[in-house]
């Protein structure tokens, strides 16, 4: 009986003593200031570390996950922890929000085309042709048809294009909030994460990656070579990449708002709206003195334009 009383009490204070330690780390940990060394990818996948085996750092997924994402974090940026996050064989030590691609992040880069199937009045002519013995008609039937055919593959090489370049914008897009979204350690343990874990186990495990503020323990990060040192308690560092597109026609580029753009052209003098297969296309027509501009936008984004002059 003094076993099974013993057993019990020991199920039932399990969960809330995990929960506490969770807890307790998340109250250390989250809100200082660190400073990482080395680089680390802008996506919530991270740097996978084992605290528990000899090579601590998965090498290979590191370079992977560098290959296929810019860096958010650099060897050497001040960054807080915004999230230490205890789970059943892991524990998530975010920075600077964690990583790019967790719920609500859209992460998709991808613009849907497909090319438009043949008219009815192409298929019609392909049956006049096939059905008419008369030379004469039957050249008269050709050239109309080459006619309808080449306007069906000039609008699916502009329709194509435009997907093209909405794809790159989007691409852009995303990967400029993968610079600003932070990235993370995920400390792995090859069973569960170990009972009554303390922080300075947590800082040892990350000891070789992060330099920890005095206060919490650690020592400050001596300064690079060469290059201004990094207080501890500075702003995180983010590198944004330019906009691609050059500016160009007056500042026009690719990347602009429907409302930029009409605020650097005017009031345009035309517009039309098509759909081809789900991607919805918002064109409008401006004049510039002499140069008559058409804008082709995308959910409301420059995705193309062309300038003809007169």
């Known amino acids: 009986m003094k076993t099974a009383a013993f057993l ?88 600077g929000g964690g990583g790019f691609g967790t719920a609500g992040d859209d992460t998709d880069t991808s613009v849907k085309f497909t090319p438009a199937p043949k008219s009815d009045r192409e298929k019609d002519l392909e049956n006049q042709i096939a059905n008419t013995d008369d030379p004469d008609k039957k050249t008269d039937l050709q050239r109309e048809l080459d006619y309808v055919r080449r306007r069906r593959e000039r609008d699916d090489d502009r329709n194509k294009a435009i997907a093209e370049d909405a794809a790159r914008e989007k691409k852009d897009r995303v990967d400029q909030d993968r610079m600003r979204g932070g990235s993370r350690f995920n400390l792995k343990y090859d069973g569960k994460v170990p009972p009554n874990i303390t922080p300075q186990d947590i800082m040892a495990a990350l000891s070789q990656y992060v ?23 500075a702003a995180p560092i983010v590198r944004v990449a330019p906009a691609s597109g050059a500016p160009t026609m007056n500042g026009l580029q690719k990347g602009m708002s429907l409302d930029q753009v009409r605020a650097l052209l005017g009031k345009p003098t035309g517009s039309a709206d098509t759909e081809h297969d789900g991607l919805q296309v918002h064109s409008e027509t401006y004049e510039q003195g002499s140069s008559f501009i058409r804008a082709d936008f995308v959910n409301g984004v420059l995705v193309r334009y062309s300038v003809d002059v007169r």
């Not at 307790?24 to 996948?45: A, H, T, Y």
């Not at 590191?62 to 064989?89: C, E, Q, W």
């Not at 919490?216 to 207080?231: C, D, E, M, R």
């Open 211 to 233: 330099s920890f503020p005095p206060e919490l323990g650690g020592h400050a990060q001596p300064p690079v070579a060469g290059a201004p040192a990094t207080p501890a308690a």
């Open 8 to 95: 019990f009490v020991s199920l039932l204070f399990a969960a809330p003593l995990a929960a506490q330690d969770a807890q307790s780390l998340s109250q250390f940990f989250e809100g200082k200031q660190v400073v990482v060394k080395i680089d680390m990818p802008g996506s919530q996948q991270g740097v996978d570390i084992y605290p528990q085996r000899g090579s601590m750092l998965d090498a290979k997924a590191y370079a992977k996950r560098m290959k296929s994402f810019p860096i958010a974090l650099h060897n050497g940026d001040a960054v807080m922890v915004t999230t230490v996050k205890v789970k059943d064989k892991s524990i998530e030590f975010q920075l």
